[in-house]
């Protein structure tokens, strides 16, 4: 005897048709990760350098948020720099790295700026006080409301002109200083850095393509069920 023919209910029909465009997915997935790999631009290594310390001194009487800071308060720089970024002054006494973002936090407030031709680290290997190796990150804020910068000096602190990631802070026998100038209170706050810290961040469109890559596995398990 023959078996019966096998026939599907308008149901099963409907949740075939449904599960039908998961086969796609992968080519899809495989698609939209060429694109982000395509438009992510090409960088040797973004490295975020921190400076950290507290408050040591402050000149004149800050105003509005800036008034609560008190000595002691946290002192944090972050800098976002290409870790290959192009000298600007090849040639010079020293070396000009423009970096892409920097943010100081006083107490628990925190300012940011970005790219300009006021924002820079400069090094100098004999270019500080009386020959000595010198390290300056200078912050600039483009509506003039604030200013301030990193200043290191020791004497054969740095071998050469080059931008130094891994910095050996306590090089620099001579100033560790860093500070914070508010313009319309013509104020200062000053603090030392008593530690030097830098990590490596994801490329631009890395983080997406990670969470692409993590999550597509289980949607396709999820799919297949």
Not at 61 to 76: A, E, K, M
Not at 86 to 102: R, W
Not at 129 to 139: E, V
Request: hydrophobic letters at 40%.
């Amino acid at each position: 005897m023959r078996p019966p023919p096998v026939t599907h209910s308008p149901v099963h029909r409907e949740r075939a048709g449904r599960r039908a465009p998961a086969r796609a997915a992968p080519a899809r997935i495989t698609a939209l990760l060429s694109v982000l790999l395509a438009a992510a631009p090409a960088h040797a290594a973004l490295v975020e350098l921190t400076f950290s310390g507290h408050v040591t001194q402050i000149l004149g009487s800050p105003h509005g948020q800036w008034s609560t800071i008190g000595l002691g308060d946290p002192f944090v720089v972050r800098c976002v720099i290409d870790s290959e970024a192009e000298d600007q002054s090849p040639g010079g006494a020293g070396g000009l790295y423009f970096y892409q973002s920097v943010s100081i936090s006083v107490g628990p407030y925190t300012v940011t700026t970005g790219t300009g031709p006021e924002n820079y680290i400069s090094v100098s290997p004999f270019g500080g006080l009386g020959g000595m190796s010198s390290y300056s990150m200078k912050y600039f804020d483009a509506a003039g409301d604030w200013e301030g910068l990193v200043s290191l000096e020791g004497p054969g602190a740095l071998p050469d002109d080059a931008l130094p990631i891994d910095l050996d802070l306590e090089a620099f026998t001579f100033l560790r200083e860093m500070g914070l100038h508010l313009s319309e209170s013509v104020s200062l706050i000053l603090a030392v850095p008593t530690s030097y810290t830098y990590r490596l961040l994801p490329a631009p469109g890395a983080l997406a393509l990670l969470t692409i890559t993590a999550l597509f596995p289980r949607r396709h398990r999820r799919l297949r069920t």
